[in-house]
């Protein structure tokens, strides 16, 4: 499957943006989709993740509260809905897909996901 994002751009502290993920190739129908970001001179870490199959969804502490993951069927995409953005949540975000081995089964590690996209870049001004 292949993965494109977007959405990300320069936004003030406070504001809001929405991040999408679609798929090309395949359906997301027997996978995860998870979010990342990777933040200069840090590793790529988690932000949240969502089972396709049953809605399920899991965020990391730093943003749960902020941000909603979500999908859309009818378009086959993934998005990250963003609130209340912070400076420290400037990063290059990606998002990635993991074939569900079990329904609704949430994984959070980088080396769990098989697919990834490309990065875009969200950065949030003080």
């Known amino acids: 499957v292949q993965l494109q994002a977007s959405g990300g751009g320069l936004v003030q502290a406070g504001g809001s943006l929405r991040l999408s993920c679609a798929a090309s190739?395949?359906?997301?129908?027997?996978?995860?989709v998870g979010w990342f970001r990777q933040a200069p001179g840090k590793e790529r870490e988690f932000v949240a993740t969502?089972?396709?199959?049953?809605?399920?969804?899991y965020y990391a502490d730093s943003v749960k509260g902020r941000f909603i993951i979500f999908r859309d069927s009818a378009n086959n995409t993934v998005y990250l809905q963003m609130n209340s953005l912070k400076p420290e949540d400037t990063a290059v975000y990606y998002c990635?897909?993991?074939?569900?081995?079990?329904?609704?089964?949430?994984?959070?590690?980088?080396?769990?996901?098989?697919?990834w996209g490309q990065g875009t870049l969200v950065t949030v001004s003080s």
């Open positions: 969502i089972s396709w199959s049953i809605g399920n969804t």
């Open positions: 990635a897909a993991d074939r569900e081995t079990t329904r609704g089964l949430l994984r959070v590690g980088v080396k769990s996901y098989e697919y």
């Open positions: 190739g395949r359906t997301f129908g027997s996978y995860n």
